[in-house]
T-cell receptor, first 114, second 118 residues
Framework: DTGVSQNPRHKITKRGQNVTFRCDPI?????LYWYRQTLGQGPEFLTY????????KSRLLSDRFSAERPKGSFSTLEIQRTEQGDSAMYLC????????????FGPGTRLTVL | AQTVTQSQPEMSVQEAETVTLSCTYD???????LFWYKQPPSRQMILVIR??????QNATENRFSVNFQKAAKSFSLKISDSQLGDTAMYFC???????????????FGQGTRLTINP
């Protein structure tokens, strides 16, 4: 399977714990995006990488959130001191540098904070 | 900032019927893309159709077509001969067309839950 993969698919944690999610984009894609989707809503942009450079961060990304893409390949999204409001689906997408705008989405990581 | 509005939270039609999903957006940009994405139940989001703002011709992909009205900032999706597999959440999305380091994020609407009944 050469699509975008995300791990874990589901994560249940207690409030106050730290969690980390991983995204592996399509191998030749330079751009990688993180979105958050709450139940019944459209995805909201969190952050965007071009290769290893983090080029844009949403105001939704509080100080408790950090994302990295150290070698321009896979990316991690860490949430520290989780809160119940962090419960959501976290989606990763990737796209090539030269393309017609389409982003290819992974299956998402569903986070539940108890 | 751009906003995307989908005014139909849910729609339901019979198999083989034609259905139109509405989307309006607000932007001051002149160069952008518009998309319709489909998110089937418990499955990942996939692209249905794409429209470049500078193209006047409406995009079509098999049974899917759009009605792009740039001046009205409207971008509706028509699904012809609907099939059971079309049951999904449908999201309208906007992307500003930027340079190498320009904004590439998608701005999504709230979604329309479409059910195709047998």
């Amino acid at each position: 399977d050469t699509g975008v993969s995300q791990n874990p698919r589901h994560k249940i944690t207690k409030r106050g714990q730290n969690v980390t999610f991983r995204c592996d984009p399509i191998s030749e894609h330079n751009r990688l995006y993180w979105y958050r989707q709450t139940l019944g809503q459209g995805p909201e942009f969190l952050t965007y990488f071009q290769n290893e450079a983090q080029l844009e961060k949403s105001r939704l990304l509080s100080d408790r959130f950090s994302a990295e893409r150290p070698k321009g390949s896979f990316s991690t999204l860490e949430i520290q001191r989780t809160e119940q409001g962090d419960s959501a689906m976290y989606l990763c997408a990737s796209s090539p540098l030269a393309g017609a705008g389409e982003q290819f989405f992974g299956p998402g990581t569903r986070l539940t904070v108890l | 900032a751009q906003t995307v509005t989908q005014s139909q939270p849910e729609m339901s039609v019979q198999e083989a019927e034609t259905v139109t999903l509405s989307c309006t957006y607000d932007t001051s940009e002149n160069n952008y893309y518009l998309f319709w994405y489909k998110q089937p139940p418990s499955r990942q989001m996939i692209l249905v159709i794409r429209q470049e703002a500078y193209k006047q011709q409406n995009a079509t992909e098999n049974r899917f077509s759009v009605n792009f009205q740039k001046a009205a900032k409207s971008f509706s999706l028509k699904i012809s001969d609907s099939q059971l597999g079309d049951t999904a959440m449908y999201f309208c999305a906007f992307m500003k067309r930027g340079g190498i380091q320009g904004a590439q994020k998608l701005v999504f609407g709230q979604g329309t839950r479409l059910t195709i009944n047998p």
